[in-house]
């Protein structure tokens, strides 16, 4: 190869290192962006998570309520038939 050949070469190498180093350095951004919303969306979702926790603890309390409450529903219905049958039979 004669010298000429071998400028171009370097020349147009050298050309080429500009643009990949620009592409490089966008990649680089992109990925420390990309890796803090992966971080972000995680920690969001621990705090869904938690709160999905909370709410069914919530739930199942007011289950428990509601059972409750259907017993003792059951207990006044009993009462109120009582109640009407007696005055009935006066």
């Known amino acids: ?5 071998i400028d171009l070469l370097f020349k147009s190498l050298a ?5 990949a180093m620009f592409w490089i350095n966008t990649q ?14 995680i920690k969001e979702l621990q ?3 938690k709160e999905q926790r909370s709410l069914r ?3 199942k ?8 409450l259907g017993v003792t529903m059951g207990f006044i219905k009993d009462l109120v ?3 009407k049958n007696e005055l009935k039979s006066r």
Not at 1 to 5: C, D, L, P, R, S
Not at 15 to 19: K, R, S, V, W
Not at 61 to 68: D, F, H, K, M, Y
């Open 57 to 59: 603890d919530h739930q």
């Open 81 to 83: 038939t009582e109640i």
């Open 15 to 19: 050309a080429g290192l500009l643009p």
């Open 47 to 49: 705090e869904i998570r």
């Open 28 to 41: 680089s951004v992109e990925i420390a962006v990309l890796s803090d919303q992966v971080k972000s969306n």
């Open 61 to 68: 309390e007011t289950e428990a309520v509601l059972r409750e």
């Open 1 to 5: 190869m004669n010298e000429k050949t």
